[in-house]
Structures are given as C-alpha cells and as structure tokens.
C-alpha cells in the first residue's frame, strides 16, 4: 500500500511521541548517485532498515510485487520504511536486472556512482539505504505502508526540502568526512519523515500509535518496546503509568486494543521474527534476549501466535525479490 501524508501543524505535535522517535536510532548510511538514461531498469534486494529514493533530475517507476507501479519525479521522496525489495525503472514494463549486476564507481566510504542506460531520457536519483541500531524493525516504522511517497508539491516539514537539497549535494562531492555527515542527514530525513506520518496519524491512529496519544499508557508502551526481554508485570508497567493495576489495565486495553499482557506477548513475537529472518541468533538466542524461562516455552509461544515453529521460520530464505520482479 502507497501512503501520502499531510501532516499536522506542529502546534499539535503530541510531546508523548518524542521518547519514541528517540528510539528510531539508525546507523550505517549508503548512498548511490543513480545517474540513468532511457531504457533502464534496476531490482534492489530488501535491506535491513529503511530505504529512500530522491529524485533530482527527471523521473523514474517504483515498483512492489505487491501493487501497481508509482511515478516519482523531479523533487519527489519515495520512502521505504522497511526496505521492502522493489525496482526502479524508465517504463513500468522496461526490464530490471539485480542491482549487484551494475558497475558502481566508489567516491567515498559508503558512497558510489552508477551510470547505465540506453541513452534515452535522463534520471538523476540519490539512492540512500540505512540500518538501524537493533536488528529489530522500528514499531513505528512497522505501522507505516510499504511505500510512503513524498510529492515536491506536498505541505511538509519545512525543514525537509533544505535536508534533501544537503543530501543531495553531500552525495556529489568527494569532502573530507562526507561518510559521518551523510549519516547524520539521513538520521535527520528518515526521523522528519516518520515523525510526520505519525502526526498524519491523529484523526485515526492505530494500535500502539492510538496508546501513545495517552502520555500515561504511551509510557508504558514505549517500556515494553525499549526493553522487550524484561520481566514486566501488568503491576509494574502500572506504575511507570503512575496508575493502579485495574485503571491501567483498563485504560491500555482501551487505547490499544489488546491487554497489556498480550501487547507484550505479540510485540516480543514480532521482535522475535524479525530476529529469525535476519538468522543472526539462534531459537535459543531469541528466547533468552526476550525473557522467556526455556527455549520450549518460546517455542510453544511463538507457535500460538505464527502457527509455524520458530525453527521453521529461520530456515526460510528472507527475500525472493528478485524472483518476483523479474517475472513481470
């Protein structure tokens, strides 16, 4: 699903949410100067954190698996939350080859050129792809569609268009420690982004969104997603919540949808899949990181919520990609 926002005045920018954006850390930032011309097509695998395409000069198609083609143009942000594998491209229908296929000239650490095509209209875009801190996605980024474009044209941010124009500019030059502060400008552009979507939120947000909107619950809620492994009780998220047991219990299942206890649970379960895809730990990693007593009472847990052992779920390969776009 492709998402555009228009956010709320700033005056409306509930306080609550600043403890969440301030867990959106992200580290390693890659940039690539995309210069392409007509036919052209390129397939990019899913990252691990987020993934932006801002284009500078002319135009290009965005392409999901999972919906129709978007046209983005000159000034347009097409934002990625949780680096879904898609392709970029001339024409809907030009073929894509795997980004790994293409020549990319280094000009710095975590900075590259590429230049392809057939000669045809020219697209000029800055690709930037970045990791976050922890391996788990973002809960925020979670709630976002797959695809959230930005038009040129839409009233955002205004401190957004002077943070693409430094993006765009860091990214042709060769300076001296270009690699920390593109690092940073991305933390900046993917934080304004966010923030923004959850300000579009308030006329009907969702889930933990909704209970963050509550300065109590919210935080309780940003507790159990800063520490997911801690042996919480429905009496000591009540206290955080500066609430009795009942009010709290009440209050939260109201703004959220689900009971504390099971909020926990589902949220630990996400975390938890996440984990496995990536392969890095092991079930027995998992269960001890997210405070479960034995590798079996995880396993059985996991299973209720995902109907597969989490076992099965790391054995599965994480990105097909370039099978599905390919077969357009």
Known sequence: MTNRFQPIASSRTPDHLSPVLQDLRLTRASYCRTDMTAPWGVAIPRQDGVCLHFVVEGGCWLRLPSQEPVWIETGDLAFLPRGTGHAIADDPNSAVRPLQEFEQDAIGPTTHNMRAGGGGARALIVCCAVEFEEPAVHPLTELMPELVVLRSTDPTDPALPTLLSLMAAEVATRRI????????????????????????????????????????????????????????????????????????????????????????????????????????????????????????????????????????????????????????
Do not use: C, N
């Open 177 to 328: 420690g270009s690699a920390t502060v593109m690092a940073r400008l991305a933390d900046a552009v993917v934080t304004h982004l966010v923030r923004a979507w959850a300000e579009a939120q308030d006329a009907d947000p969702k889930g933990w969104l909704a209970g963050v909107r509550d300065p109590r619950i919210g935080r309780a809620v940003a507790a159990i997603h800063r520490q997911p492994g801690h042996l919480w009780s429905v009496g000591s998220l009540a206290r955080i919540a500066t609430l009795s047991r009942s009010a709290f219990t009440e209050r939260f299942t109201a703004a959220v949808g689900l009971s504390p206890a099971r909020y926990l649970a589902q949220w630990r379960m996400h975390i938890a899949g996440t984990w496995l895809r990536h392969g890095q730990l092991t079930v027995a990693d998992v269960a001890q990181q997210l405070g479960y007593e034995s590798e079996a009472s995880f396993s059985r847990a996991f299973k209720r919520l995902h109907g597969v052992p989490p076992g099965t779920l790391r054995a599965q390969p994480s990105d097909k990609t370039f099978q599905a776009l390919d077969s357009k």
